[in-house]
């Protein structure tokens, strides 16, 4: 299993502003994934982080609006710039663990809301 | 592409009753499929998973899940349903043939209510 602890776990941030969300990773893991829920809504894969290489973006999402870092194993971080009220959202952080990554563990979310 | 319909937005059912809710899948290749459970204000929980081995498959809390693949379905069931059952349900597909967390779709959810 993994414990995945998400900073912050809420904000509200003024249009235009940007917002960096933290990850950490009780152990390290290869894969670390970004997914977006909106209100009332199911998640999307935004992007997947590989440490070591650049962040795979999904269709819909593009590295100036969200880019990410992966400096290690144990941690990522997910900006979301020039934020608009239509950015808010949980955002939730998510690692692979496992034979092939069998299995995904999520993080508790960052409720995010653009005023 | 792969991807699920979970056929309910909303369930309700009396506590003590059997619970049902349920997805169809569809995908390219042999499917691995999740159900993860989100309770308001907390993480997702994954309720258990298929992954081409047994066709029924256990979960907690009671759950569990049956793969039919002429069916193309994935239902989540409980004989008998708790107050603490109450929260989001999603049925998930794993892009990536042999399972994984690589990319995963989630349904659109089933809201599972209880009453008393």
């Known amino acids: 299993s993994a414990v995945i602890s998400q900073k912050p776990s809420r904000d509200i941030c003024q249009r235009g502003t940007s917002l960096t969300i933290q990850c950490q990773v009780d152990?390290?893991?290869?894969?670390m994934f970004w997914y977006r829920q909106q209100p009332g809504q199911s998640l999307t894969l935004i992007a997947t982080?590989?440490?070591?290489?650049?962040?795979?973006?999904e269709s819909g999402f593009v590295i100036d609006k969200f880019p990410i870092s992966r400096p290690n194993l144990t941690f990522s971080t997910l900006t979301v710039s020039n934020m608009s009220p239509e950015d808010s959202s949980i955002y939730l952080c998510?690692?692979?663990?496992?034979?092939?990554?069998?299995?995904?563990?999520f993080g508790q979310g960052t409720r995010l809301t653009v005023v | 592409a792969q991807s699920v319909t979970q056929l309910d937005s909303h369930v309700s059912v009396s506590e003590g009753t059997p619970v049902l809710l349920r997805c169809n899948y569809s995908?390219?290749?042999?499917?691995?499929l999740f159900w993860y459970v989100q309770h308001p204000n907390k993480g997702l929980q994954l309720l258990l998973k298929?992954?081409?081995?047994?066709?029924l498959v256990k979960g907690i809390n009671g759950f569990e899940a049956e793969f039919k693949k002429s069916e193309t379905s994935f239902h989540l069931t409980k004989p008998s349903a708790h107050m603490s059952d109450a929260a989001e349900y999603f049925c998930?597909?794993?892009?990536?043939?042999?399972?994984?967390?690589?990319?995963?779709?989630f349904g659109k959810g089933t809201h599972l209510i209880i009453q008393p």
């Open positions: 998510s690692v692979g663990v496992g034979t092939a990554n069998t299995e995904a563990f």
């Open positions: 152990s390290q893991v290869t894969m």
């Open positions: 982080a590989n440490q070591g290489s650049e962040a795979t973006y």
């Open positions: 995908s390219s290749y042999s499917p691995s």
């Open positions: 298929y992954t081409s081995a047994a066709t």
């Open positions: 998930v597909v794993s892009r990536r043939s042999g399972g994984g967390a690589d990319g995963l779709t």
